[in-house]
């Protein structure tokens, strides 16, 4: 171990190193806190001008994230900023970016590039860059490193770089960045050492792996391995249906054998940043080695194509009542991706809406974390939440459960709705106005 490299990590185990987060969103925000939490000087950095002067006053953004954790955290030094020119003070420099697809959905890696570049002209000697941001392996060997090179640093020796993905579940109320475990692989032995001292600070587990592309790999396994069980539970849903079965009902049978079994759960398709999008960061990468990745592919078409099949039940069930779905209220329940979380991104029940809206049915929602349906890139709705009252359930044609927030009164929308199409198993009993989607 060099002198340089002993520095650096004995910073870190005294907690007397100023951390730089870039990106202070749903990862980069409470790894930011955390730093402060444990005695850090923590440095947040966004190009959000509202984020930071949020923060900087004491308020969150964030449904999860407490007003009065920003203000504590704000008392122990954690200060927002978007001077990136503050990186060169900074020991560690953090980035949490987004990594979302492009319109062909291939990989957008625009934000990390960018925020590389920004960050490249403030580079020294000594510094720790660690990737958090999900992405395909190689990321950190093809896009990290060599910005950091062209700077005339010698990585391992005067700059280390890890890769160590981020793992946050928002909304868990059993696991937190402390207690989630983290992976870290470096680039060279050198770099993974610094970048192990870097987390055990705040990481009750820190997990370290070959190098960094084994990290970005062992993300997105974990990624797709949800994605495509998730799509399995979903063929199978449709299977139990036509059969007459409840998918549930074989779920929660299944989960009583105490070994090689785990639930997975049907629903109206998958959301959030991740499940939707970090599948085909690999399947885009794997062509580069002639492989297609014939599981991602599969469980997409099948979790894609659950809003269609889910307003094909909602047709099935009005047409029942003899109504027919242009023209016919609905109201859905739950339009963040998942529930008691205010998360927006990639959620299923947008894709629902638009197929209801285009086939002439008036569409409305209740959500208590979403109060106003916010701006999104790609949907538009002129829309705020609805009261979960008697008679605006009175008043629906069919109440859509998209997303089983706790907050709703179950009871009460089972007794008063005239139809109910359920993509969430809320109602274990049949009931005559209940249709499982
Ligand atoms: N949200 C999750 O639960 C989760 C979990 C695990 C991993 N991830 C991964 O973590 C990464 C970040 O996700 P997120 O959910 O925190 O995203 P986010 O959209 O909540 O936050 C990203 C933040 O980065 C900022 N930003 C964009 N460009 C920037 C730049 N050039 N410089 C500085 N800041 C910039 C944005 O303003 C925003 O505040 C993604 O790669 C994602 O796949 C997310």
New binding site residues.
Partial sequence: MDEMQQTLIRKFERKNARIGV???????LPLSLRFAEEGFTAVG????SM?IKKLMAGESYIEHIASARIKKARKQGFTATADFSQAKQCDALII????PLNKYREPDLS?VT??MD?IAPYLRKGQIVSL????YPGTTDEEIVPRIRARGFKIGREVYVVHS??????GNPNFNTKTIPKICGGITRRCQEVGLALYRGVIDKVVPVADAKTAELT?LLENIHRAVNIGLVNEMKMVADKMGIDIHEVIRAASTKPFGFTPYFPGPGIG???IP??PFYLTWKAREFGINTRFIELSGEVNSGMPDWVVGKITHGLNQHQKSLNGSKVLVLGISYKKNVD?MRESPAVAIMEILRAKGAKVSYTDPHVPVFPKMREHKFDLRSVPLTVENIRKADCVLVATNHDKFDYRMILKRAKLIVDTRGVYTKPAKNVVKA
Wanted: include cysteine; hydrophobic fraction near 20%; aromatic fraction near 10%.
């Fill in positions: 870039f990106g202070l969103g749903y990862v980069g950095f966004d190009i959000d984020k949490c970016v987004p990594t934000y960018r925020t920004a958090e941001s999900t992405t993905p981020e793992r946050e579940d928002p993300k959030g940043h991740c999008i970090d998360d």
